[in-house]
């Protein structure tokens, strides 16, 4: 039974840093590719950002320079560090795992399983 839980979501001012955490279980989490998605109310859930066993990364354009992804595949946790952030980065953001699915990274369809989310809001 594979489980997600994420962590370290909240409120933040505009131009601060948030880092969520997901911890998995279930798993053998070191092989597989880990991403990390938000939805705003009213849109579609979106990539953010991903990262492969072996480490290399993907990001969305909105937030490459900005957000980083890393795993501790000793923890079985993955993280998403995000600076600066902006209001327009307010979102329920989801932890995501591909461990049976083909395709793009950037896209919800590659992930089997998801969490349950954690809030981020920005305040301007």
């Known amino acids: 039974h594979v489980q997600l839980v994420e962590s370290g979501g909240g409120l933040m001012q505009a131009g601060g840093s948030l880092r969520l955490s997901c911890a998995a279980s279930g798993v053998t989490f070191s092989k597989y590719p880990m991403g990390w998605f938000r939805q705003a109310p009213w849109k579609e859930r979106e990539f953010v950002a991903a990262i492969r066993s072996a480490g290399i990364t993907y990001y969305a354009d909105s937030v490459k320079g900005r957000f980083t992804i890393s795993r501790d595949n000793a923890k079985n946790t993955v993280f998403l560090q995000m600076n600066s952030l902006k209001p327009e980065d307010t979102a329920v953001y989801y932890c995501?795992?591909?461990?049976?699915?083909?395709?793009?990274?950037?896209?919800?369809?590659?992930?089997?399983?998801w969490g349950q989310g954690t809030q981020v809001t920005v305040s301007s």
């Open positions: 995501a795992a591909s461990v049976g699915k083909a395709g793009s990274y950037y896209f919800v369809g590659r992930y089997d399983y």
